[in-house]
């Protein structure tokens, strides 16, 4: 099925987007939307796009609004997406943070995981840094949050089926991180890590203060479908949830302007942001001018 849609009905659902998830669609992705929302005009009998947006839009059905914004704020993702945040976290910031955090697990916050991916790569590094002797017997915990409850419920039962698997993970950690679910070839997460990560529900639109307070967050390849104000509110919230001197990862292109409460730290794997601290302190981390 190959279906249109009207320049309103492209403009309302990029209004309503805007409105109810930060995203800004832009002027020239009108094949993204009619990719991803074709299936629901079978799945809801609509007929067409414009109608599946007007109902969505304007409130007719809630379930069909739900999996809208589901289908256009989903993205893909893989299993340690770029690398260096992992390494960072297992040579530097994990060795730093072993005699801090003696009495709790360090806190960790993978804001926008989508379907799990980035929070239980986060806890597999941590395991083996725990072996490497890097990190502290409490080890972590890992708060992992996105706007999408479809993807949540997904991240939540930490199963994956082989084309998911084979995305960023090698042979050796499928065999020490996953099991098989019978003769069906989906694989699911050991214990070991399932237990070190929660999911809860967040709109990054709104307030997370509830979240408490974190040593590190991850909120990667997300701001950059934000306005800018939007982006440079979102990053003064996440500096607010930050422990001075937490770290914060954004995607390998993207970039921040927050620097009153950021400084950046060039390390040899690649870039991490550092919440100052208001002192004037020596890094533990070297920064390079």
Not at 106 to 121: K, M, V
Not at 240 to 260: I, K, Q
């Amino acid at each position: 099925m190959y279906l249109q849609i009207s320049d309103a009905a492209y403009t309302q659902l990029g209004e309503f987007l805007e409105r109810r998830s930060g995203i800004v669609l832009g002027a020239n992705k009108k094949y993204l939307v009619i990719s991803r929302l074709t299936p629901l005009v079978e799945e809801f009998r609509v007929g067409t796009l414009d109608r599946l947006v007007k109902e969505a839009v304007e409130g007719f059905s809630p379930r069909v609004r739900t999996a809208v914004l589901d289908a256009m704020t989903t993205n893909e993702t893989l299993w340690f997406r770029d690398g260096y945040p992992f390494e960072i976290l297992k040579e530097t910031i994990f060795p730093e943070l072993k005699d801090k955090c003696r009495l709790q697990p360090i806190r960790i916050w993978s804001a926008a995981c989508s379907s799990g991916q980035e929070p239980y790569s986060i806890a597999i590094t941590s395991i083996e840094a725990q072996n490497l002797g890097r990190l502290g017997p409490l080890g972590v915990h890992i708060t992992a949050t996105d706007l999408s409850e479809t993807v949540l419920a997904k991240a939540r039962s930490g199963r994956y089926d082989g084309l998911a698997i084979e995305r960023g993970l090698s042979l050796q950690k499928r065999r020490m991180y996953f099991k098989e679910c019978g003769n069906s070839g989906i694989m699911e997460v050991v214990p070991a890590v399932k237990r070190a990560v929660s999911f809860r529900h967040i709109n990054l639109l709104e307030s997370f203060a509830s979240l408490g307070k974190f040593e590190v967050v991850f909120c990667r390849n997300v701001l950059i479908y934000f306005s800018q104000e939007v982006k440079e509110r979102i990053i003064r919230q996440i500096a607010d949830v930050l422990v001075p001197g937490g770290y914060l990862f954004l995607g390998s292109s993207e970039s921040m302007n927050v620097y009153d409460k950021f400084e950046m730290i060039h390390l040899p794997h690649g870039i991490v942001y550092r919440r100052k601290s208001g002192d004037t302190a020596k890094p533990s981390l070297p920064v390079r001018l």
